[in-house]
């Protein structure tokens, strides 16, 4: 018996088994939304994990967020109309240049610097406080609207090579007309969800010996990101919300392995003002909430920034554009229209059950 047991541990620290995968769960908040994470992994190693996805997440925000003063957004924000520009990291340079491109291909229906018209909308203020209790003006005036859209346009967005002259910066320089602001509000949580990515797969991949299966499941507000797989090879469910009732699923997604979902609907962030509904997804070509006939766009894809544009630019742009725009880009995509008829890519027929 002594003998089997030494037997077992010798194995264990031959292999570097660190004990049976279980199942943790965590709840949090990060980016102005919940995050609820599910970890398969042994549990110390579930735990720290967690915490390391909680400060991946903030440190993001930190750098992302619009609202922070010193963070890179605002500080590009700041850098508006002024010869220099600013000198991007690498990193953010590479997403901006995919945002730029979403933009293009989008014929505009995304725009990285819709930011003014967003702020006028003040869409910010519908979040924090109950829409029944909002007061003042809700509805902008039409000639404000078009004030503001004048300085909004993805394609005044310039980009070059750093400078010779180091004290400016060697990277990357982005340059934003006066007035200009981005907002990533419609793509920083897909970026964040292929951070906490690449730190899953750092940390649970490869694992010799592995006793268990490894796996995570993150929610970021409509953002989903699928990892690895459960103890039990049980394959990821997830639900797609029912735009006319939100508490409700339409059906879900089977999925293994490793999957982003984005989803965008007009029933996240609305007001209703004497009976018509004001969404937070703007037609750039309107500066008003979009109405091109969906109530919701969901995007399978297998990077998370990507995948968070298009369900945006795909509403925007509605059914028939939005499947184009997916077949370019090569996600899937289900899109709930008004009538709530679901149009879907052949991909996501194959995974979705009613
Ligand atoms: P999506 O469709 O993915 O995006 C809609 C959002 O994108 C809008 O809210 C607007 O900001 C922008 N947008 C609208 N139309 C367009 C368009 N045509 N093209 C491009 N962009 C468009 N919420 C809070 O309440 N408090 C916070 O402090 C807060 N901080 C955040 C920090 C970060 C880094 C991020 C990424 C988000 C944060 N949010 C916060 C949430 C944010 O304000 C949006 O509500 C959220 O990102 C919308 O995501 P969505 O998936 O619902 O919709
Ligand atoms: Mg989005």
Request: glycine share 12%; proline share 3%; hydrophobic share 40%.
């Amino acid at each position: 018996m002594k003998n089997m047991l030494l037997l077992i541990s010798l194995a264990g620290l031959l292999c570097g088994c660190a004990g049976p995968a279980t199942k943790y769960e965590r709840a949090g908040v990060a980016m102005g939304t919940t995050v609820g994470l599910t970890i398969y992994a042994p549990a110390g190693e579930a735990e720290e994990l967690a915490d390391q996805v909680q400060d991946l997440l903030d440190e993001t925000e930190q750098e992302l967020s619009w609202r922070l003063q010193d963070s890179q957004i605002s500080r590009i924000n700041a850098s508006a109309g002024k010869q220099e520009g600013y000198d991007l990291s690498g990193e953010l340079a590479e997403h901006l240049h995919l945002l730029w491109q979403v933009s293009e291909d989008s014929d505009g229906a995304f725009d990285l610097t819709i930011a003014p018209v967003v702020r006028l909308w003040d869409i910010d203020r519908w979040a924090l406080e109950d829409a029944e209790h909002l007061t003042g003006e809700i509805v902008p005036d039409k000639a404000q609207v078009a004030q503001k859209l004048t300085l909004t346009g993805y394609e005044r967005v310039r980009f070059d090579e750093g400078s010779e002259d180091e004290t400016q910066g060697a990277g990357e320089r982005i340059y934003l007309p006066e007035g200009y602001m981005l907002d990533l509000g419609a793509a920083g949580k897909g970026l964040a969800c292929d951070r906490v990515l690449a730190l899953l797969e750092g940390r649970l991949q490869g694992q010799t010996g592995d006793p268990a299966a490894r796996g995570a499941i993150l929610s970021l507000g409509g953002n989903i990101l699928t990892y690895g797989s459960k103890p039990d090879g049980s394959a990821w469910k997830v639900g797609i919300t029912d735009p006319e009732n939100p508490g409700d699923y339409l059906g879900v997604l089977t999925l293994t392995g490793t999957n982003f979902v984005t989803t965008s609907g007009d029933y996240e962030r609305y007001v209703e003002v004497d009976g018509a509904r004001y969404h937070h997804i703007i037609d750039p070509a309107t500066g008003y909430p979009a109405d091109s006939g969906v109530r919701s766009v969901t995007i399978l894809s297998d990077r998370g920034m990507l995948g968070d544009a298009l369900s945006t630019a795909c509403f925007v742009l509605g059914a028939e554009k939005g499947m184009q725009l997916a077949a370019k880009y090569d996600v899937e995509i289900l899109m709930v229209t008004d009538d709530g008829e679901l149009v879907m890519s052949e991909g996501m027929k194959k995974v979705f059950t009613r």
